[in-house]
Nanobody, 121 residues
């Protein structure tokens, strides 16, 4: 699976942004998809994850209620809708694929290149 993240940019605090992650490869449907982020000077952290059906999702406490992960298996694409953005959401966002549900980076064998989200206060 190859992953290509896009949709990052500059947005004001309180605004919204939607990230996309397009996957190539016929095994996309079977993969658990996750979003991670890495802020300047900080370690990469889990943001959200989705089962192949989209019926099971999980979120970091810091984004719960503001971010929504979804996926379109027909398009081999996973999305991250980010609302009510805060300055602390500023980071490079990565999509990743794993065989099983996980919040741990080590569980993800496939990574996209990252897309930068900057939230101005």
């Amino acid at each position: 699976v190859q992953l290509q993240a896009s949709g990052g940019g500059l947005v004001q605090a309180g605004g919204s942004l939607r990230l996309s992650c397009a996957a190539s490869g016929r095994t996309f449907r079977s993969k658990y998809m996750g979003w991670f982020r890495q802020a300047p000077g900080k370690e990469r952290e889990f943001v959200a994850g989705s089962s192949w059906s989209g019926g099971s999702t999980q979120y970091a406490d810091s984004v719960k209620g503001r971010f929504t992960i979804s996926r379109d298996n027909a398009k081999s694409t996973v999305y991250l809708q980010m609302n009510s953005l805060k300055s602390e959401d500023t980071a490079v966002y990565y999509c990743a694929a794993a065989l099983e549900p996980s919040r741990w980076q080590a569980s993800y064998g496939y990574w996209g290149q990252g897309t930068l989200v900057t939230v101005s206060s």
